[in-house]
């Protein structure tokens, strides 16, 4: 029989070491609002780089740790709350991380990382799950699919959050007509506007795929549509303000600073359904592991 | 050698002046070859030349450098007249020089204190002379280092924030709106001095500009001015939807921008961010429209406060910069002059200089004593016989078989190394292209004449010499190339030294022999030479003319005081021929010429390459970048390799 590596500690040390990084490229990012010297931006940019090895590093290891039971060979664990944070905190770094490569903002990573942070320090504090086989909700390939739809859109509209925070920071700034020189260092409203258009634009078909995957499971195995939960409603919630927001920035006024209080909304009921999810009646309660 | 500065500047003269100094493409090429000539008495020179200023640096010796670019910069044929003349000229020399130019690398010296273009176009410059091959040691490090501390008081002093002027302010700040201004609308309501003035730093950033006025002819004259477009009074709404800057200055009593005017056109632009500029004494814009959601209002009073702010902490971080520079300055000159400098103390007993028994060898020594004595040092020469010496009569089939160039040079440098000699003196064609480990060329000394030379019986040139002529060299390069002028030529052996060839000669073994001018002319024997070849005619070896120096690694004393000998042009020169041997990959048998030529046009490489049975043979010239020469050598003898 073969050996095999310990995976869980692995995975462990892979989310610890994320987290260090995570912290480390944050900290970076607020010298750089005070000093801006290109080397400190990138030395931001190297930090959230390995913070995104380590936190795919930790979600391989995790499933290969599931993977050690063979019932649950080749089933991905996103439906399990330590896989879906695990995913959902390295789509929301690898995409900051793709942005400030392409647009070198250097700013957006103070608005983001807090974030980032939070989502890695919760499986830092979960213990691991024993190995058993996983539930047949928990390897449903339906779940899994509405899952990565969700989780690819969360981490869009937590970087939108991020351009959002950019933004409002900079509308205080200039109306206080003697902007903080730290202020300088912002993006320019104009550019976050749109960074905030192009992420929502992205992340809202993927958000609604997801939910009509959910509807169609939920249909399917308890014959009623979406609205019962908290997580359901949260969710809900988020679709209309988001599609709210698509619409009105193309046929009414919500720009600038309408547009960041917009997604500060989406962003809050993003944060409210995870948050309360837990508490949800058993079709949404995550599953054991 | 020093460090020489001349110039004018905005503070000395103005912009028409200036405009007549400025160093075109032509003049940079007449100053090229004025340095080239000797005529600036400059080994080094950077030429930094910008809509404010015209500054040569150059290193030289002092007064005669400092005169030659006064007059260089005076010579009334290059300007119109009226305006030549050295009036405007400022000079300075050694630190002085130095610090002027970190003070001009930081901004401190600009129109605009603190503004960054001038980091940029002193790197042009750099690169520009480094390209050229007219920089050496002392131009490089002082223009690198003033790149770096320009960056470096920029990054830790904030002379280069905040804006100076009120039109500034605004571009600064609609900057922080909209991002990149080029494309962004600007509408100009009104007119008057600060709006226009506003207007047009706008322009300057590319953003497009439209006028409004309630009387269209003043309109029109104000858009003709800016060459831009003017719109009637009544498309005001329409106008304010589509700009995204407004900048107005009317004599209008009352608002003409009122808060539900800008609710409509808020609601028609969709809420795209508007910043409204208020130039206007009283208020053309009431306040309340600044509180709409993405209306952006700053008016006069706003903007002058930031400027006043602005330009008092600039004099706080111009006293922060001066102290960086300072004490930069004072770090960057102790250290180079520490590292160019020559301490008695480190010498005590005589510097014992290595060299071969020859006559050449020996004449070339003398070269360097005679240097190095005037650094206040006293030498003594060993001689050593080296491997090629004891084969020196031999066919040089047999000394290639027996290691081929490092003959001349492996026990000497055994010597350095084991410390019964500490400077090693060389022909640059002797040396291999890998040095003993632990040993490092420590100056490249003034070329001498690198070219070939025939010496003739009856004094006679090439061409008249008798048919069939009988030629005496050594060289298959010299061989090859001679056969091209005089195909009916008849080639023999040459070895020996130079007392042996001649004496060949003498005896009537042959008609010709053909030689290195600069060993002729190092022997005092060039009265004998009757006809010397240009590079076109026959392309010299790699390193032919060139005297080296070579030290211990680690032998600081000895780095330091040869670096004083060395020869910045010719140094790059033969390090162009050097790699491009090193990468060809040449060996002794190969006829290979290659000549590194600075030229007011910049290196120009001329290469002869043959195979050693004369069958297939190049010739080529190019020229390459002096800023990127390992490169620029690589692609040269990919393009060989190619061809042959």
């Known amino acids: 029989m073969y050996d095999f590596p310990d995976f869980a500690a692995i995975s462990a040390w892979c989310v ?204 399917v195995k308890y014959s009623r549509l979406p609205g019962l939960d908290v997580k359901e409603l949260g969710a809900l919630a988020t679709l209309l303000v988001y599609g709210l927001y698509l619409v009105l920035r193309k046929y009414g006024d919500w720009r600038g600073t309408k547009a960041a ?29 | 050698m020093e460090l020489v500065l001349v110039g004018l500047s905005h503070k000395t003269c103005s912009v028409e002046v200036r405009e007549a100094f400025s160093i075109s493409p032509e003049r940079r090429r007449l100053l090229l070859q004025a340095m080239l000539s000797g005529r600036l008495a400059a080994e080094e020179l950077v030429w930094v030349s910008t809509c404010n200023r015209v500054d040569l640096y150059a290193v030289g010796r002092k007064k005669d450098c400092e005169a ?20 405007h000229l400022y000079s300075k020399t050694g630190k002085e020089a130095l610090d002027h130019l970190l003070n001009v690398a930081c901004g401190l010296d600009s129109m605009v204190v603190g503004e960054n273009e001038i980091l940029g176009q002193l790197k042009d410059s750099y690169y520009g002379a480094k390209s050229a091959g007219s920089t050496g040691r002392l131009t490089n490090t002082i223009f690198q280092r003033a790149i770096g501390v320009g960056k470096h008081v920029r990054a830790n002093t904030k002379i280069s924030q905040g804006g100076r002027s009120v039109a500034f302010v605004a571009v600064q700040y609609a900057g922080r709106i909209f991002g990149d201004l080029d494309r962004a609308k600007v509408l100009l309501l009104g007119a008057g001095e600060m709006a226009e003035a506003a207007a047009l730093a706008f322009t300057e950033k590319k953003a497009g500009l439209t006028v409004i006025n309630r009387t269209h002819a003043k309109g029109v004259e104000l858009a003709a001015k800016f060459s831009c477009g003017c719109l009637p009074w009544e498309d005001l709404e329409r106008a304010l939807t589509a700009a995204d800057v407004v900048l107005v200055s009317t004599s209008a009593a009352e608002p003409v921008l009122t808060k539900e005017l800008m609710t409509r056109v808020m609601g028609l632009r969709h809420g795209n961010p508007i910043f409204l500029v208020d130039i206007s004494v009283p208020r053309n814009i009431q306040p309340e429209a600044g509180a709409l959601s993405n209306v952006y209002l700053y008016n006069i009073d706003d903007l002058q406060r930031i400027v006043a702010d602005n330009l008092a902490q600039l004099t706080e971080e111009i006293n922060k910069a001066r102290g960086m520079i300072e004490a930069k300055g004072a770090e960057i000159w102790d250290k180079f002059n520490k590292d160019s400098s020559v301490d008695p103390a480190d010498f005590k007993e005589p510097l014992k200089i290595g060299t071969r028994g020859s006559r050449l060898a020996l004449a070339q020594t003398n070269i360097i004593r005679s240097l190095v004595k005037k650094e206040g040092v006293e030498t003594e020469q060993k001689i050593i016989k080296t491997s090629g010496d004891m084969f020196l009569e031999e066919s040089a089939q047999k000394l290639i078989a027996s290691g081929g160039k490092g003959l001349f040079v492996k026990e000497i440098e055994n010597d350095l190394l084991a410390g019964g000699i500490r400077m090693a003196m060389h022909s640059l ?169 600075l030229t007011e046009e910049g290196m120009l490489f001329r290469v002869f390459w043959s195979a050693p049975d004369g069958r297939k043979k190049l010739n080529f010239e190019t020229y390459l970048d002096c800023s990127k020469l390992s490169e620029a050598v690589t692609d040269l003898v990919a393009k060989i390799k190619q061809i042959v």
Not at chain 1, 121 to 134: Q, R
Not at chain 2, 452 to 467: C, E, I, M, S
């Open chain 1, 261 to 289: 209080w917009a997604n500060v909304a989406g962003f809050s009921f993003i944060v409210a359904t995870l948050l309360l999810s837990s508490q949800a009646p058993k079709y949404h309660r995550f599953f054991s592991f």
């Open chain 1, 16 to 219: 610890r070491l994320a987290f260090a990084f995570t912290l480390l490229a944050l900290g970076f990012g607020l010298f750089f609002i005070f000093n801006r010297a290109a080397k400190i931006f990138r030395a931001a940019l190297v930090f959230l780089g390995g913070a995104v090895l380590f936190q795919a590093a930790a979600f391989i290891a995790l499933t290969l740790y599931f993977w050690l039971v063979p019932e649950n060979r080749f089933v991905t664990p996103l439906n399990t709350p330590r896989g879906m944070l695990l995913a959902l905190g390295f789509c929301v770094n690898a995409l900051l991380l793709g942005l400030e490569l392409r647009r070198g903002t250097g700013i957006t990573f103070v608005f983001v990382l807090p974030w980032s942070l939070l989502l890695l320090a919760v499986p830092l504090s979960l213990g691991y799950p024993g190995l058993e086989a996983f539930t047949p909700q928990a390897a449903s390939g339906f779940a899994a699919a509405h899952n990565f739809l969700f989780i690819v859109s969360y981490a869009l509209f937590i970087n939108a959050f991020g351009a959002s925070s950019s933004l409002l920071l900079s509308d205080r700034e200039l109306r206080a007509h003697k902007p903080h020189e730290a202020a300088f260092a912002l993006p320019s409203i104009g550019d976050m506007d749109k960074l905030i258009w192009r992420l929502v634009e992205v992340g809202f078909p993927l958000f609604a795929g997801g939910f009509f995957l959910a509807s169609v499971q939920l249909w």
């Open chain 2, 68 to 87: 030659a670019l006064i007059g260089f910069l005076s010579d009334p044929s290059l300007h119109e007249a009226g305006k030549a003349g050295g009036g």
């Open chain 2, 429 to 597: 064609k002797d040396l291999p292209g890998e040095l003993a480990e632990g040993l490092a060329v420590a100056s490249y000394l003034k070329r001498e004449d690198p070219r070939d030379a025939l010496v003739a019986r009856g004094g006679v040139k090439l061409a008249d010499l008798p048919p069939n002529p009988k030629i005496a060299s050594g060289s298959l390069r010299r061989r090859y190339q001679l056969a091209r002028l005089r195909p009916d030529a008849v080639f023999m052996p040459l070895r020996g030294n130079m007392d042996t060839r001649l004496a060949k000669l003498d005896r009537g073994d042959c008609d010709a022999i053909v030689v290195a001018h600069a060993a002729f002319k190092r022997l005092g024997l060039q009265d004998r030479i009757t006809q010397v070849f240009t590079p076109d005619e026959v392309v010299p070896a790699p390193g032919q003319g060139v005297i080296v120096v070579e030290a211990g690694a680690s032998d600081l004393p000895v780095l330091r005081l040869a670096r004083r000998l060395d020869h910045p042009r010719t140094r790059i020169c033969a390090e162009a021929e050097r790699l491009f041997l090193a990468e060809l990959g040449g060996g002794c048998a190969t006829p290979l010429g290659a000549y590194a030529e």
